[in-house]
């Protein structure tokens, strides 16, 4: 069982696995940590009606990016050190908050009607 499966089923952090995440992901565990903890949850599950469409956005410091779970983000970390660099956890900051958040089940989920996608996506 990995370290989210174990936060999915505990659905709070015991002082083991910070201790294990910490060793595991060091400064990406803490940096991610702040999208959830800081000022509330700045990632979002944007569910797009009858569809069940699900798009995440992690609010950053200067813009909001999309997020594709385990996949793809927008920001400009991912693409220099998880596709060019090719670092261990092919994951930024955005990607592991989404990750943390969903296991935590700590995100603001909005509803939309598929109708307003077009519209939606134009802030992207």
């Not at 990995?2 to 936060?7: M, P, R, S, T």
Request: charged share 30%; proline share 2%; glycine share 4%.
């Amino acid at each position: 069982m990995d370290l989210f499966e174990k936060l999915n089923n505990e659905k709070k952090f015991s002082a083991q696995l910070i201790y294990l995440f910490e060793k595991e992901y060091g400064g990406l565990f803490y940096k991610s940590l702040e999208f959830i903890q800081k000022d509330g949850p700045k990632v979002k599950k944007n569910v797009f009606l009858p569809s069940n469409l699900k798009i995440w956005s992690v609010e950053g410091a200067k813009k909001t990016y999309l997020v594709y779970p385990k996949v793809f983000c927008q920001c400009q970390d991912f693409l220099l050190n998880s596709i060019y660099r090719q670092q261990k956890y092919q994951m930024c900051k955005h990607l592991f908050a989404q990750k943390l958040s969903e296991s935590l089940n700590q995100f603001i989920e909005l509803k939309f009607k598929d109708k307003e996608f077009k519209e939606w996506k134009k802030q992207y």
